[in-house]
């Protein structure tokens, strides 16, 4: 356990399960009643520094020498609570989760350059998601809403608890549910034109099954890293090796406009992307090279997991056999 220091802000908002980090300081900045980030940002990291929203933070030393100890104990309780660490053990490999691990104590970049330059293109949502029904609850019951983690996942369309479809922007006028310049929490309306958000329910019960795996990854409290050559194996060998089958499984079970809303693209609702998704490619600098596995999306790993073994337990159990096997 770090050792602990004297807390140098009077006061600082409890963390709510399964709430991002940013949530938190966006709730602190608003109660603080500071003009602008750079002062919040100033006050609990000590300085400016550069903040991967919805993702990874860094100077949680600094952070940890400034909020009352009974919030954060330790680094840990951060990273495995607040932080969507927890999610990309099952992308990246140990080394990679351990030099991420090490440089959120630092002002070092999060990560590795891999983890860095890659987590946006293949983790997370293009801006952050809400559900109107959670917000409707926390409102009532605590008097504000929270960011919740599990909903920024790439391939996160529903809400796990309630199923209704996630709000990314407002239906009525396009903006954001968090304009991206802002500590907004969210709202029960669009800031934008003031119109009450409602439920709506566009997907499949399979689609709920992947918002479901998305929270147990989260919080499973897990960040040693996962060998994604022998997930790929594993996919190939209960597959039998054809995995244009799969895809054509995949999508009819979760249906032809969940693949359009999560890709943007219609080309990426055809042919074997699965196939696509595990395999190697060459770089010519740094550490991707000189061959590394490349992942797609989030959203093609919890399709896989979901589809192919059921949950992440039973891919767990599957992996240990076949690696007793191969040996």
């Given at each position: 356990m770090m050792q602990q220091h004297k807390a140098h802000v009077s006061f600082f908002p409890m963390p709510q399960s399964d709430e991002l980090l940013d949530s938190v300081v966006y709730r602190y900045h608003q109660l603080a009643g500071h003009a602008s980030p750079r002062q919040t940002f100033n006050e609990l990291f000590g300085k400016f520094c550069q903040v991967v929203p919805k993702l990874m933070t860094n100077h949680t030393s600094h952070l940890l020498a400034k909020v009352p100890p009974h919030l954060f104990k330790e680094r840990q309780d951060i990273l495995a609570k607040h932080l969507l660490l927890p999610a990309l053990h099952r992308i990246f490999g140990e080394n990679h989760i351990k030099q991420a691990i090490l440089n959120?104590?630092?002002?070092?970049?999060?990560g590795t350059d891999r983890i860095y330059y890659?987590?946006?293109t293949l983790l997370l949502q293009h801006s952050l998601q809400c559900c109107p029904l959670c917000i409707q609850e926390e409102q009532n019951e605590m008097g504000f809403a929270y960011w919740h983690r599990s909903h920024q996942l790439h391939g996160v369309a529903t809400c796990h608890k309630h199923g209704c479809d996630l709000?990314?922007?407002?239906?009525?006028?396009?903006?954001?549910?968090?304009?991206?310049?802002?500590?907004?929490?969210?709202?029960?309306?669009?800031?934008g034109c003031g119109k009450r958000w409602l439920p709506t329910y566009s997907f499949s019960e399979s689609v709920n099954r992947l918002a479901n795996l998305a929270y147990v990854t989260c919080n499973s409290g897990k960040m040693e890293g996962t060998d994604l050559v022998l997930f790929a194996k594993v996919v190939s060998a209960i597959t039998g090796g054809n995995t244009a089958a799969a895809c054509n499984d995949m999508e009819a079970s979760y249906g032809s406009a969940y693949?359009?809303?999560?890709?943007?693209?219609?080309?990426?609702?055809?042919?074997?992307?699965?196939?696509?998704a595990f395999h190697r490619e060459k770089f010519n600098r740094g550490e991707f090279g000189p061959w590394t596995l490349r992942f797609r999306r989030y959203s093609d790993l919890l399709m896989a997991v979901d589809n192919l073994f059921g949950s992440w337990a039973d891919f767990d159990r599957y992996a240990v056999n076949y690696r007793k096997t191969a040996a």
């Open positions: 959120t104590e630092s002002g070092a970049r999060f890659c987590c946006h709000i990314q922007n407002c239906p009525y006028c396009g903006r954001q549910a968090r304009h991206p310049r802002s500590m907004e929490l969210p709202e029960s309306h669009c800031l693949f359009k809303s999560i890709y943007q693209k219609e080309k990426d609702v055809r042919g074997d992307w699965l196939k696509d």
